[in-house]
Every structure is written in structure tokens, then in C-alpha cells.
């Protein structure tokens, strides 16, 4: 496996189930991130982890909890989500934690919450 | 507040046909530069940036954009269209002590290719 990889790539989810996403990055990176794609919406950046520390947290509710057990794994727990949550989630990995870096996306996980 | 804008949601052009889709920025200073593409069914891939100098800029894939300062626009061009380019592009800015230490993206623009 090259680059950011992320599994499930389709995930359909009850309101009251508990999931998981999953990101691995093959890049030696130090930072890593959680993007949410909406319909109609900008990308919104939802949390920034740099050397497995969080870094950033734009205002993210608390039925999304992310993870970050060493530098190459990322995860995003879901639980008890709303329909509005529904979108595509990306994953993206950078040398550090500046915006100067290149950021490496991964190609998503769709998510649709019933 | 920071923001980018991407006037134009859909664009189709014919291919072989010349391309431009058009980015603003409204910041307190001149911000960081960025288009990525998003094919179908991958994330996004950086095309290229702009940090500061010459104000025209060389990305993969044989596009490029030019920042306008007096415009507060980035824009992005290709002078001939492939089928393979048909995609979403997204226009990114980002600067220092605004936002934090973040892109903030355009709403994107969706390219269609007519053969």
C-alpha cells in the first residue's frame, strides 16, 4: 500500500450504532487530519493530530471522537450520529503540521447515517 | 472573516478547449495559494501553490494559475482540456496567525468534458 489509504470505503450506519473509520498513512508523515465533505458545503477541516498529539478541534460534536494511536493510524469513532452527518470523510497526512506542507489525501469513506 | 469563493459550481467545456475557473480570497494580507483536484472516487491531489514571486504558477498536469493581488483572485487555467480532467477542482487559502494553522477551501467548481 501506497500513500493514505481508508476503510471502510462505504459505510451505512443506524442513528443509534457505533463505527468506526479508519486512515493509514505509508508517507513517514507527522501530522495527520479529519476532513468532512458535505453536499454543498465546503471542505471543513474537523480535527488536526501532530505527532499523535490533537492539535485542532474546529467545534466538532462529541458523537465524533477521533484517535490517533501512533503516527501512521488515524480513526474517527462514530456514535449515536444524525442524518445530517452524512458525507464523505476524508483523511489527509503531511510532513508537519503547516499548511507550507503538502497535504496527501486519501480517498474517502462515504457515510450514510438512516 | 477568512474566506474563498468559486463563483462557478459546474463548468462543461469541450475537450481540446481551453479552461479557466476562477477563485477570490478575502483576507487581512495576501494569503497562501492552493488548487487541488478531486477525481471521482479519490481524494484530493494538490495542482499547485503560490507562496509569494512570480505571480504566474506551474502545476502538474499542465495547468496553472496566476494570483492577481489587485483582484484578490487565483485563478486556475489549462489551455487544452483532456477527458481526464474532468473532476472538482477546489481553491484553498491559508495564512499565518489567521485561522490557525488551516486551509479554508472554496466550495468547489465540478468541470464536465464533452468530447
Known amino acids: 500500500e501506497t500513500g493514505v489509504t481508508q476503510t471502510p470505503r462505504h459505510l451505512v450506519m443506524g442513528m443509534t450504532n457505533k463505527k468506526s473509520l479508519k486512515c493509514e498513512q505509508h508517507?513517514?508523515?507527522?501530522?495527520m487530519y479529519w476532513y468532512k465533505q458535505s453536499a454543498k458545503k465546503p471542505l471543513e477541516l474537523m480535527f488536526v493530530y501532530s505527532l499523535e498529539e490533537r492539535v485542532e478541534n474546529n467545534s466538532v460534536p462529541s458523537r465524533f471522537s477521533p484517535e490517533c494511536p501512533n503516527s501512521s493510524h488515524l480513526f474517527l469513532h462514530l456514535h449515536t450520529l444524525q442524518p445530517e452527518d452524512s458525507a464523505l470523510y476524508l483523511c489527509?497526512?503531511?510532513?508537519?503540521?503547516?499548511?507550507?506542507?503538502?497535504?496527501?489525501f486519501g480517498p474517502g469513506t462515504r457515510l450514510t447515517v438512516t | 472573516a477568512q474566506s474563498v469563493t468559486q463563483p462557478d459550481i459546474h463548468i462543461t467545456v469541450s475537450e481540446g478547449a481551453s479552461l479557466e475557473l476562477r477563485c477570490n480570497y478575502s483576507?487581512?494580507?495576501?494569503?497562501?495559494l492552493f488548487w487541488y483536484v478531486q477525481s471521482p472516487g479519490q481524494g484530493l491531489q494538490l495542482l499547485l501553490k503560490?507562496?509569494?514571486?512570480?505571480?504566474l504558477v506551474q502545476g502538474i498536469k499542465g495547468f496553472e494559475a496566476e494570483f492577481k493581488r489587485s483582484q484578490s483572485s487565483f485563478n486556475l487555467r489549462k489551455p487544452s482540456v483532456h477527458w481526464s480532467d474532468a473532476a472538482e477542482y477546489f481553491c484553498?487559502?491559508?495564512?499565518?496567525?489567521?485561522?490557525?494553522?488551516?486551509?479554508?477551501f472554496g466550495g468547489g467548481t465540478r468541470v464536465l468534458v464533452k468530447p
Open positions: 484553498a487559502a491559508a495564512a499565518f496567525k489567521a485561522a490557525g494553522n488551516k486551509l479554508t
Open positions: 489527509a497526512s503531511s510532513q508537519v503540521w503547516a499548511f507550507t506542507y503538502e497535504q496527501y
Open positions: 508517507l513517514g508523515h507527522n501530522a
Open positions: 503560490y507562496f509569494s514571486g512570480d505571480t
Open positions: 483576507y487581512g494580507a495576501t494569503p497562501y
